[in-house]
């Protein structure tokens, strides 16, 4: 009592009646004050789910590979993390060589370079589709991943070259390509010769297949346009992650177009599933697996 008597006294608080028990201190025991608990509990940056609103760690969902944990939303995954989170082990990056080019000078409310400068910037590429070559549980193989957040996913002249280019080296080294595709489609600033680039990567894929190699897609959200048209629907597999929108047209301009109101489920992954569109929906947890599963069934793989 006289050790706690002289504490108290120290502190500046003197023991009386009044003082509720609460306020009271107890040797031995610290008692942080609020400000300090607040500081503890924001030191790690948060990702909100755009679904149930959970507040998760960007680690914690880094980890469960941008799915969220409470509701099983799958978020947005960049084309880098992707790639590496698909992969076992990266052997090497590809196309890096190739980089953008304004041939029509284009200028909007910016001129296309500057929207570039801005979008490798946010973005930290170079351009919106990234190529790398890797193992997966062992099986050697090219995949390409489109950046959604660099200018939409859209497809320029660099994307095809990219494209292109990863499709040779899998026919020249006898290994399956994927494609993880989200985009909004063919870049405008780059006109008809944006447009070329659907004909171009067609072709590359036709190659691929006369020379008996798989080319897997699997649609991420979302993927519209010039996308759609060419190299994310010539597949010999579809892939869809769950509630990805998949389409040509976005629902607004076909409404536009056909003066009817559509259903909500519309161009979603599940509805396409249903038409016959597409092959499989894939949890993120299970898709490495499955394409695993898929490439050794095509090749002939012990
Ligand atoms: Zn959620």
Known sequence: MSYSMSQQVKSGKILSPSTPWTERIVPGIHVPDEQTTLKATFTEPTIECPEC?????????????????????????????????????VQTEMGQEFTAKDPLKFVDSKAYPERMSEAQKKTGETEALIVMQG??????????????????????????????????RAIETHQPLICFAASGGARMQEGMLS?????????????????????VVVLTHPVYGGVTASLAMLGDVHLAEPKAMIGFAGKRVIEQTVREKLDEP?????????????DQIVHRHALRDTVYRIITKLMNLP
């Open 53 to 89: 609103h959970a507040l998760v760690t960007r680690t914690a969902m880094s980890f469960n590979a941008y799915v969220c944990p409470q509701c099983d939303e799958h978020l947005k995954m960049k084309a880098r993390d992707r790639l590496n989170w698909f992969f076992d082990q």
């Open 135 to 168: 193992l997966l549980k062992g099986v050697p193989m090219i995949a390409t991943a489109f950046e959604f957040d660099f200018m939409g996913g859209s497809m320029g002249t660099v994307v095809g070259d990219r494209f292109v280019q990863a499709a040779e």
């Open 195 to 215: 447009l070329m680039q659907m004909a171009r990567t067609s072709a590359a894929i036709q190659r691929l297949k006369e020379a008996g190699l798989p080319y």
């Open 266 to 278: 519309f161009q979603r992954a599940e509805y396409l599933l249903d038409h016959g569109v597409i």
